[in-house]
């Protein structure tokens, strides 16, 4: 379904990317681990469009994205909860909801108003809050139910439990597996290396701007001198 290969990118002059190639099947769930600073979120933002990559491809469902921007990625099926959450703030939690809604690229809307709030309960009560007067884990939950209501294919969390305490953690965790089972395919980036491993089928490491390792999730929890080599665990 995704398929990127030889990506640069560049912040002015430091070369970010070196050259990351990788590809996600339709359904599948890929962890995306790596240490602080290794490029996980400019690998993200480049295949979202929101950074323009200096050589490279991006493919999606068998066309050529390559620079293609964020809004034509979404409407293509990419769903992305960025690093920081990104809600309106000054918007309620009700019309940032709604304002997101959009079948799928295939007609389907099996993620609707109702069932958003059904999953996430904490904002049924919020819904006439402002973004800005929500917790940080409400914050998230809203974020990641914005990108639901795109019925996206593809869901991309960066970072989706920084900050948020352990029973809200659990909850988005959760929230992910159930998504995962309605047949979205994700690709998750988050601190906690043995929740994406758990939670995932397959898996990179980023290391400096480079793919140092891909593989089974499940081989590479058990594989101690690679996680202590590229995560330092
Ligand atoms: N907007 C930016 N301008 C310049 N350098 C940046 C910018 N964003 C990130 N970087 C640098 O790019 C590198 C990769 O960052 P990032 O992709 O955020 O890593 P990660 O998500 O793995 O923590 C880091 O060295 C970071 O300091
Ligand atoms: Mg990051």
Known sequence: MLAIDGL?????????LRGVSLSLAKGTALG?????????????????????????????????V???PPERMARLGLGYVPEGRGIFPNLSVRENLVMAARAGTDGRRDWTYERVLA???RLTER??????QLSGGEQQMLSIGRALMTNPQLLILDEATEGLAPL???????????????????L?????YRKVLAHTDRAVVLEKG???LDGESAALARDHDALTRWLGV
């Open 8 to 16: 640069n990118t560049y912040y002015g002059d430091s070369h970010i």
């Open 168 to 186: 809200i953690v659990a909850e988005i965790w959760r929230v992910i597996a159930s998504i995962r089972e309605t047949g979205i395919s994700t």
């Open 210 to 212: 480079q793919i140092v």
């Open 188 to 192: 998750i980036v988050d601190r906690d």
């Open 119 to 121: 999953t996430f309960p």
């Open 127 to 132: 819904l006439g809050h402002g973004g800005q």
């Open 66 to 68: 390559t620079g293609a």
């Open 32 to 64: 995306l681990l790596g240490r602080n600073g290794m490029g996980k979120t400019t690998l993200i933002r480049s295949l979202m469009g929101y950074v323009r990559a200096a050589s490279g491809k991006v493919a999606w469902n068998g066309a050529d």
